[in-house]
């Protein structure tokens, strides 16, 4: 629906306020690439060596890759989309549920069963339609089209395929964290592609800071324009977009990669970026495309009506400039 899990990603532009060649040892800093992006762990791991812990990241890249790309067509997931096979491993059968949840609370806009649409708009590794059937497509698309039962996937459809894009990648950065913490880290941040957890506090006993980047068109600086910047020491956070991966149609039409499950269309609006803070960076970047999903007035309509929801939304206003949506909880992370 939203981001390229493997190579086409939201950036939010992480500002990791830690002793990175100097300061203080205890603090170690681990850096390569994962599931087609960068991948960055900063913590106070002293029980192994980095090189133990980079091959355990890269032995879980692989297991995310295997698992749940929609690239490579050996994974389980693209099998389970060619109806090869029905059966689930864990990875899907939790993203799945987790969607369905995250579905259900965004009234039909968040969908993984958008895949179809994806694909003919051009965002799922294949050239796009310049106009697709977009009626066609949306007779296979729809979550109450698919379910699990007894760890196998059925389908009403057989054309029903499957993309945990705008989750999977929190995902990985939860089991990321997971992995950091197995090798005794109990203040952290990681990272990959711009998605967040951390514990804790830095190398100099503060919150970690994240950037969160302006949202003009094109914007690709990682990092050089700045809107805010969040001061966190527990959870996940992600950020939600369509100024970076987008193109331009013949007629000269915005074509972003969040599509409307229920339009088919990109889902464009005012709302230009979603911030989202939650217990876990799966739930942050679900609820992330949720939002943006949405629209502008719907989603601080929805963020309003979610007790203890924490987001920070960049609208575009009539002016030319932004307008922001910080909820309540959110307004104690923002740093002033």
């Known amino acids: 629906m939203k981001k390229n899990i493997f190579g086409l990603f939201v950036w939010v532009s992480t500002l990791l306020a830690t002793a990175c060649g100097g300061g203080m040892p205890h603090y170690m800093t681990i850096e390569g690439p994962m599931l087609g992006t960068r991948m960055r762990i900063v913590a106070d ?12 990241a890269m032995e879980l890249d692989r297991e995310m890759k295997a698992s749940m790309s929609i690239f490579d067509r050996s994974s389980l997931l693209s099998r389970v989309n060619r109806n090869e096979t029905d059966s689930l491993d864990g990875h899907i059968c939790f993203n799945f549920r987790l969607a369905d949840s995250i579905g259900r609370l965004s009234d039909g806009l968040y969908d993984v069963t958008v895949k179809p649409l994806v694909e003919a708009w ?3 590794g294949k050239h796009g339609l310049e106009h697709p059937n977009v009626d066609s497509l949306l007779q296979f698309v729809g979550r109450d089209k698919v379910r699990i039962v007894g760890g196998r996937l059925v389908k009403d459809d057989p054309r029903v395929q499957l993309d945990f894009n705008s989750v999977a990648k929190g995902y990985a950065v ?10 005794g880290g109990r203040n952290y941040i990681v990272d990959i592609g711009g998605e967040i957890f951390c514990r804790g506090v830095n190398s100099r006993g503060e919150g970690w800071r994240i950037g969160v980047e302006t949202p003009f068109d094109g914007n690709m600086s990682d990092g050089e324009y700045l809107q805010k910047r969040v001061q966190m020491t527990s959870g996940g956070m992600a950020t939600s977009g369509n100024y970076r991966r987008f193109y331009l149609s013949a007629e000269g039409r915005k074509v972003a990669h ?11 609006s005012r709302l230009l970026s979603v911030t989202v803070v939650a217990p876990t960076c799966a739930e942050a970047d679900a609820l992330g495309t949720m939002f943006l999903a949405m629209g502008a007035d719907k989603a601080i309509q929805k963020a309003e009506s979610l007790p203890g929801v924490k987001v ?8 030319g400039g932004y307008e922001e949506y910080v909820s309540e909880e959110m307004k104690k992370l923002i740093m002033q």
């Open 45 to 56: 791991i002293t029980s192994v060596s980095r090189s133990e812990v980079y091959s355990a």
């Open 122 to 124: 051009g965002f799922a």
């Open 174 to 183: 939860d089991r990321l964290a997971a992995l950091v913490e197995g090798f």
């Open 258 to 268: 969040t599509i409307n499950p229920r339009t088919g269309y990109s889902a464009l």
């Open 312 to 319: 920070y939304f960049i609208l575009s206003s009539e002016d």
